[in-house]
């Protein structure tokens, strides 16, 4: 009831004289603060951990009933599985261009126990006082502090893009304005797991998906804390290796320098595949490889340079890539290493040798690499450096055959993507930001991270674009989880501007 009430609240029409549209959704957002961050508390109080799907039912089915509040035509898309999407359509008429608005609404696993406070679903409103964050009460009259954060998990990866754009619809209906482009949504909720089901689901409804383009409202803003449109994002795919040693445990006094050891060997094995300074090391690993092109080179290097903060910030005394800046970086592949495991340290440490270690590893991709063919380079990798590779746990006759044996699991691939930034829906969102911006919004051609664009552009062949409006400080995937008030603030700013000026500025192509 609470929730439903704060809603026909932030919808009673305003009347504002005399101001720019943009000045009336703002004006109406400042008196209606409080309920607006209370829908957003209350969004975010319902558990998403990708593998609980009983709790994934509960957000899917809350979204379908936010989006009918707005008059969105909303339903379940879902191939018998659960999570399904939550697809909306709002029709503008007279509109002759269609976008669909992505955002997920599945998150990151937790750990209670790390998070302050100790309720990762408990959404709690805070201001820093010095290095720390003070828990405040959400208020119910006047205006937030921008600065202060809200923390759940989903605040800010990605629950916050979904508020944003039910609330841009909102104050454009409260406002008397109207979108002038036809708008559909698109909320996944295996974002988080490999988007299992997602490629099945796109080619069954590739007729009631059909669009001009797709805006994928995730990730954070610039570390400027400067909006942002992204042209491209890295494709991922994550293996898991296990190297053998004795079947038990063995001193390392009586055995140590005979008896090999898993944890030398897997620390040889991860050190050959990449140097300390980023390269690659897997023979023909880069053949794949384009080049950033001298258009988005000068891209990146218009950005505004944040890397001696962020080295400061994170107590970093050198960074990989000769001194290369970051977004140069993230421009090229990458190999890391998300875990190593072998034996124990401290005080549970013992004079012994294991049985086996075990390494973790992502890798990042750039256009025209598949997972197919890095996994296909390491394996070939692994051989050629005197590795037996198996892809079940190794067998007795195989251990005792082989001086070095590692079991490979491979995870799911996505492939990189990216639009040229001369695309028309590419020209019409940064044409629309920049004017709402009164300044040029910033172009980045990548993203350091991934998402299943890939399978949207192969599917549908339509064109991409990321828009997010997280803090880039919002520790998503980590504990504590944020999202800064202010960003919500852009975001809703954002979405009403792009729902009601990205086609005028869309260059309309002659036959």
């Known amino acids: 009831m609470r929730a439903r009430a704060a809603v026909f609240g932030l919808l009673l029409p305003v009347v504002i004289t005399g101001q720019s549209a943009r000045d009336q959704i703002r004006q109406w957002r400042e008196a209606r603060e409080p309920q607006i961050v209370q829908e957003f ?33 909303a339903r379940l ?4 599985a659960w999570p399904p999407v939550v697809y909306g359509e709002l029709k503008a008429p007279g509109a002759t261009r269609t976008i669909v608005l992505y955002a997920h609404y599945d998150g990151q696993p937790v750990d209670a126990k790390e998070w302050k406070g100790g309720a990762p679903f408990t959404p709690t409103l805070r201001d820093q006082r010095g290095s720390d964050w003070v828990d405040i009460p959400f208020p119910t009259t006047g205006r937030l502090n921008p600065e202060s954060r809200i923390f759940a998990r989903g605040a800010g990866d990605d629950k916050a893009p979904i508020t944003a754009i039910l609330t841009a619809l909102d104050a454009l209906k409260a406002t008397g304005q109207r979108p002038t482009i036809n708008l559909k949504f698109f ?16 080619q069954r409804n590739a007729n009631l998906l059909r669009a001009d383009a797709w805006l994928f409202c995730d990730s954070p803003v610039h570390s400027s804390r400067q909006m942002q449109v992204v042209y491209g994002v890295r494709g991922a795919m994550g293996l898991e290796l296990t190297v053998y040693g004795p079947t038990r445990a063995m001193h390392s006094g009586h055995y140590g320098n005979w008896v090999p ?23 023909d690993f880069y053949d794949d490889v384009v080049p950033p092109t001298p258009a988005e080179l000068k891209a990146v290097r218009a950005l505004p340079n944040t890397d001696a903060a962020i080295r400061q910030d994170l107590l970093i005394g050198a ?18 290493i998300r875990g190593l495991k072998v034996g124990q340290v401290e005080g549970l440490a013992a004079n012994a040798i294991a049985t086996e270690a075990k390494a973790s590893i992502d890798f990042r991709l750039v256009p025209k690499q598949t ?19 198996t892809h079940a746990a190794a067998t007795d006759a195989e251990r005792l055959a ?7 699991t491979w995870g799911g691939g996505d492939e990189a993507s990216r639009v040229q930034q001369d695309e028309p829906v590419a020209v019409a969102l940064a044409g629309t930001l920049d ?11 990548t993203m350091g991270g991934s998402l299943p664009t890939h399978l949207f552009e192969r599917t549908l062949h339509v064109p991409l674009i990321v828009f997010p409006i997280a803090n880039h400080d919002d520790n998503q995937h980590a504990k504590d989880e944020n999202l800064r008030i202010q960003n919500l603030w852009d975001g809703i700013d954002a979405f009403a501007a792009i729902m009601t000026r990205m086609d005028t500025k869309w260059p309309r192509v002659v036959p």
Not at 261 to 283: M, Q
Not at 402 to 408: A, C, F, G, I, T
């Open 41 to 73: 508390a209350d969004f975010l109080k319902i558990p998403n951990v990708a593998a609980d799907t009983q709790n994934l039912r509960r957000n899917a089915t809350e979204i379908v009933a936010m989006l009918a509040r707005r008059g969105v035509d």
């Open 77 to 80: 898309l879902t191939n018998g």
């Open 187 to 202: 909320f996944e909720g295996e974002e988080e797991s490999n988007s299992a089901h997602l490629e099945g689901l796109l």
């Open 261 to 283: 050891n898993p944890g030398i060997l897997v620390a040889e094995l991860v050190t050959s595949l990449r140097n300390a300074d980023g390269r690659i090391l897997i023979k």
């Open 319 to 336: 960074t990989e890539g000769n001194g290369a800046l970051l977004a140069e970086r993230i421009m090229l592949p990458g190999l890391n």
């Open 371 to 389: 997972p197919e063919r890095i996994r296909a380079l390491v394996e070939a990798h692994l051989n050629a450096t005197g590795w037996f590779v």
């Open 402 to 408: 082989h001086p070095k044996v590692v079991r490979v």
């Open 435 to 445: 004017e709402l911006l009164g300044k040029p919004v910033l172009r980045l051609p």
